[in-house]
Each structure stands twice: as structure tokens, then as C-alpha cells.
């Protein structure tokens, strides 16, 4: 392959890459913030963002890769997509600013802490919302034409889109109680480990009711599960899918397992990114724009991936040595100030 083939497929497995490091990483901070209504008291909420207060910063670092890495190598599907969804996109913009403020200013605020908890808890809700919204309307297929965003403001609502923001949220809420039961003890794991089977069967429950809306959706992702016989050869997915939650199932109520629920969580995640790539690949936006009509310039994306090449360690190790840092059991004598 010549590096106008292979460059474009290169920045598409950073972009995804990307991606994915934000949704397990930041997926748990703001399952936090999902199941901080859930907390008994202040003081239990404390101990609940406090696992998450030395690092949480650090996760978003993935999100600017994602979408700065878009804009440099598929400018074309940057601009389309930031077109068809822009509503969605500025909810997730604001929501995750509004979240932020909220987790620092609630550490400092006395008379007005639950109000910051709230706060806290309706950014995560919505920022959360808005992935998945996205997520469906990307499944679902944009209106495309000559290469142009053909829809209204409103292009992306659907029945379908709505089901994967709610999809979404359960997903995040499940990956924060695991990290809960993995990062706390005493009264706050216990209410993780409560939390967690109930999580587990509607997230599961939605990955049915999103498996089975597909096949009525006209859209890429459906076409490359259901047509052609792909379905048997991409069957080890969904298998695995369930073995998976069979598996966190049974973890989430042992009293001695608290890596796993979490570890088994993440294989979920992991699991559902690899699904969607197998379904749009080689469309970037689909149902019409793919990984080489939507590339810059091969010098561009050489350039470009140059620096990639560089600062991607950088950001790796940081966020390596930080997780390793701040690794064990959050107790409630911990502060964050």
C-alpha cells in the first residue's frame, strides 16, 4: 500500500484510539457523577469523587486527541459532522464545562454543596446523553449529499438516536459502580456492588433493544451485520459480549472480586467499539463518505502524523504513571482541596 492508502487508515485507528481511551477513562467519572444521587449523605459523595479527583482532569486529554486529530486528518468529515450535529455537540461541550466547575467548586462550597452536587450530577447526566446521541445518529446514517450535510437542525433526532443516549448512560453509570467497587471500601462499596447487577441487566437489556432495531434501520452498520452472511463471521462479538456479562454478572456479588467487575466492564466497552468500526468500516460518516474521501493531503496527514508520533508516548506515560500513582483504596480521610 501506498501512504495515500495506508495514512488515512493509520489516523483512523488514532482517532479511534482516541476515542476509546476517553469513553473507558472518562466513562467512569461520569458514571460518578450518574450515581451521585444514589449517595446516602455529602460525606459519601465526597468519598465517591475523591477516587476520581487526581486523574479525571488527565482523561480529557483523549477526547482533544479525538476530535483534534479529526479536524487535522478528515477535515471534510469534521466540518460535515460538527454540521449535522451541532445541537448535540454543544450540549456535550457545555454539559462536560458545567460538570468540571461543579467538581471543583462543590471541594470548596459549604452552604451551597448540594446544590454543586446536583450540579455535578446533571452535567455527567447530560454530557453522558449527548455521547450516545451522537453515537445513534452516526449508527443511524446522516443525510448526505455531494459530500454536504443535506438534514436540518434537527437531522439527528430519532426514536433510535434517543435509545443509545439513554443506552449510554446506563453503560456509564455500570462503568462508574465497578470503579467504585474497585476503588472504595465499607459503605461505598456496598452501595457500588447494590447498584451494579441492576446496571448489568438494563445494559444489557440495551444492547439488545439496540441489536434488534438495526435490522429496520437503512444504514451502513446494519448492512455490514445482516447482509451477505457477515453476521456468522462477525458472530464472536456479540458471543463474547455475552459471555462477558454473564461473567460481570456473577463478579459484581462476590464479596472478595473487585478488579474484575471492573476489568469485565471495560471488555464491554471494548467489545461495543469493536462492533461499531466492523460496521462502518470503511465509512467515516456514513452511509456515503469513507476513510479516503474525507483524508487530507497525504503531506498533511505525514506531517501531521510526525508530530503524532511524538507527543502520542507523552500522553500514554503521563497517564500511565498518574493512574499509578493514585492506584489503591480511597478511604474516607481523603481529601481533595
Excluded at 463471521?233 to 463478579?251: D, F, I, Y
Excluded at 472478595?256 to 461499531?276: H, K, S
Excluded at 476513510?291 to 498533511?300: M, N, V
Amino acid at each position: 500500500m501506498d501512504l495515500a492508502t495506508w495514512l488515512p487508515v493509520a489516523w483512523f485507528a488514532v482517532i479511534g484510539f482516541g476515542v476509546l481511551m476517553y469513553v473507558v477513562l472518562d466513562g467512569f467519572v461520569l458514571g460518578i457523577g450518574i450515581l451521585a444521587p444514589f449517595a446516602e449523605d455529602e460525606r459519601q459523595l465526597d468519598v465517591m469523587m475523591t477516587t476520581a479527583a487526581p486523574i479525571w482532569d488527565g482523561n480529557e486529554t483523549w477526547l482533544v486527541l479525538g476530535g483534534a486529530g479529526l479536524m487535522t486528518a478528515f477535515p471534510p468529515a469534521y466540518a460535515t459532522l460538527l454540521s449535522a450535529l451541532y445541537l448535540p455537540v454543544l450540549l456535550l461541550v457545555v454539559a462536560l464545562v458545567f460538570r468540571g466547575v461543579a467538581f471543583e467548586f462543590r471541594f470548596k462550597a459549604h452552604r451551597s454543596r448540594r446544590l454543586w452536587s446536583v450540579s455535578f450530577a446533571l452535567g455527567s447526566l447530560l454530557a453522558a446523553f449527548a455521547q450516545g446521541v451522537i453515537l445513534g445518529a452516526l449508527v443511524e446514517g446522516l443525510p448526505l449529499r455531494d459530500g454536504q450535510y443535506s438534514g436540518g437542525a434537527f437531522g439527528w433526532f430519532s426514536p433510535f438516536s434517543m435509545l443509545t443516549g439513554v443506552a449510554v448512560v446506563s453503560g456509564y453509570a455500570l462503568l462508574g459502580s465497578t470503579w467504585l467497587i474497585l476503588k472504595t471500601g465499607g459503605r461505598e462499596q456496598a452501595l457500588a456492588r447494590s447498584l451494579t447487577r441492576p446496571l448489568v441487566v438494563a445494559v444489557i437489556a440495551f444492547i439488545g433493544l439496540v441489536s434488534a432495531w438495526l435490522p429496520f434501520l437503512q444504514s451502513r452498520v446494519m448492512e455490514r451485520w445482516f447482509s451477505a452472511g457477515h453476521f456468522w463471521w462477525l458472530s464472536p462479538v456479540p458471543l463474547l459480549t455475552l459471555l462477558v456479562a454473564v461473567a460481570l454478572w456473577r463478579s459484581a456479588a462476590h464479596p472478595r472480586r473487585d478488579l474484575p467487575p471492573f476489568l469485565l466492564t471495560l471488555a464491554l466497552f471494548v467489545l461495543g467499539f469493536i462492533g461499531l468500526v466492523l460496521g462502518m468500516w470503511p465509512y467515516l460518516l456514513p452511509p456515503s463518505m469513507t476513510l479516503w474521501q474525507a483524508a487530507a493531503p497525504t503531506s498533511s496527514l505525514g506531517f501531521s502524523m510526525v508530530g503524532l508520533v511524538l507527543l502520542l508516548p507523552v500522553i500514554l506515560g503521563y497517564t500511565v504513571w498518574s493512574y499509578r500513582v493514585f492506584r489503591g483504596k480511597v478511604t474516607a480521610d481523603m481529601g481533595y482541596h
